[in-house]
T-cell receptor
Framework: GDSVTQMEGPVTLSEEAFLTINCTYT??????LFWYVQYPGEGLQLLLK?????DKGSNKGFEATYRKETTSFHLEKGSVQVSDSAVYFC????????????FGQGTRLTINP | GAVVSQHPSWVICKSGTSVKIECRSL??????MFWYRQFPKQSLMLMAT?????????EQGVEKDKFLINHASLTLSTLTVTSAHPEDSSFYIC??????????FGQGTRLTVV
């Protein structure tokens, strides 16, 4: 079945460090790919998405490129801030329209000043 | 973005009792709502999909008599965990969507059954 495998956490970095959180997927169709972020005490928020191969999603300095050849959607940011501390979820959806999502296990990121 | 409110944020109940969790879309009409469950250090697992006015569609392995879902209006869906047991302790999250737009998530409910 469809699945998402995410880099295990927790991940701890210093402010201004480069961030990569790996995400790979398995899907029978042509999925849309997402990164969600969950700040403490809040619901999941959509961070970025890509709907087809080679698309790059970007938001708030974060980027991820849909790589069909490697079935990957790694999240990157060039210079992290303390405010980026959160749990990050990679997800896919193969149903167009209704977003029935399959999630990775989440990666907890802590940024130290 | 749109706001989805889940209530309560956390609840502790005794084994054998039932617990109701509410999911409300505050500023839009949710034609579809999803309920997820998250075990510690694991993924969010989709439990069921509900469309307003119709019966929920449950994922394989989810007991529909155990987890009752009602989506009676375009702004409210409820999940009732019936005859809860300690193994039902988990983090439950809802999301709501209008048509084919982005799904918006509630903040989650942590259920502890003692």
């Amino acid at each position: 079945g469809d699945s998402v495998t995410q880099m295990e956490g927790p991940v701890t970095l210093s402010e201004e460090a480069f961030l990569t959180i790996n995400c790979t997927y398995t899907a029978t169709g042509y999925p849309s790919l997402f990164w969600y972020v969950q700040y403490p005490g809040e619901g999941l928020q959509l961070l970025l998405k890509a709907t087809k191969a080679d698309d790059k999603g970007s938001n708030k300095g974060f980027e991820a490129t849909y790589r069909k050849e490697t079935t990957s959607f790694h999240l990157e940011k060039g210079s992290v801030q303390v405010s980026d501390s959160a749990v990050y979820f990679c997800a896919l959806s193969i149903v167009q329209g209704a977003q029935k999502l399959v999630f990775g296990q989440g990666t907890r990121l802590t940024i130290n000043p | 973005g749109a706001v989805v409110s889940q209530h309560p944020s956390w609840v502790i109940c005794k084994s054998g009792t039932s617990v109701k969790i509410e999911c409300r879309s505050l500023d839009f009409q949710a034609t579809t709502m999803f309920w997820y469950r998250q075990f510690p250090k694991q993924s969010l697992m989709l439990m069921a999909t509900s469309n307003e006015g119709s019966k929920a569609t449950y994922e394989q392995g989810v007991e529909k008599d155990k987890f009752l879902i009602n989506h009676a209006s375009l702004t409210l869906s409820t999940l009732t965990v019936t005859s809860a047991h300690p193994e039902d302790s988990s983090f439950y999250i809802c999301s709501a969507q209008f048509g084919v737009t982005e799904a918006f998530f509630g903040q989650g409910t942590r259920l502890t059954v003692v």
